[in-house]
């Protein structure tokens, strides 16, 4: 009796030990989301003004991602201060407008769905945002 108890308490510790064998081997092959997982739904209703809305989807749009498309048109950004950034973000369709912090200009933006990127279009004191359809010039700030 006493080797069977024995035998029974060896079987159980080494299947305990079998079970427990620590945490699982990580991978070498590094995660990758599937195409599921990375693909974004259009957005759609007013622009944030923080970071965190996708540059991928056009409205909304954060001042972020507005300011890359801004320092990305060397012209554009030499003729307006952007100052601490970019402020008062109006979004509609594909086209947003924003202040820039440093003289207060007026920038236009156009969301491209080709290059799914967004792209300055104009900028000064006072634009009239003529590159975007009438509609949305009614529903974007600071178009005069």
């Not at 965190?52 to 801004?70: F, I, N, R």
């Not at 900028?123 to 975007?132: P, Q, R, S, V, W």
Request: with cysteine.
């Amino acid at each position: 009796m006493r080797y069977t108890l024995l035998a029974v308490f060896a079987g159980a510790a080494a299947t305990l030990a079998a079970c427990s064998g620590g945490s699982p081997q990580a991978s070498s092959t590094p995660y990758l989301p599937t195409p599921d997982q990375t693909s974004l739904l259009p957005q759609t209703g007013p622009a944030p003004v923080k970071p965190g809305a996708s540059p991928q989807a056009g409205c909304p749009v954060d001042a972020a991602t507005l300011e890359k498309a801004l320092l990305a048109d060397p012209k554009l950004s030499s003729s307006v201060q952007l100052g601490k950034g970019l402020t008062d973000i109006s979004c509609a369709t594909d086209y947003a407008t924003a202040h820039t912090e440093g003289d207060r200009a007026t920038v236009l933006f156009h969301y491209d769905g080709n290059q799914k990127m967004w792209v300055a279009v104009n900028g000064g004191l006072k634009i009239g945002c003529d590159e975007a359809p009438a509609d949305v010039r009614k529903q974007l700030k600071n178009c005069v």
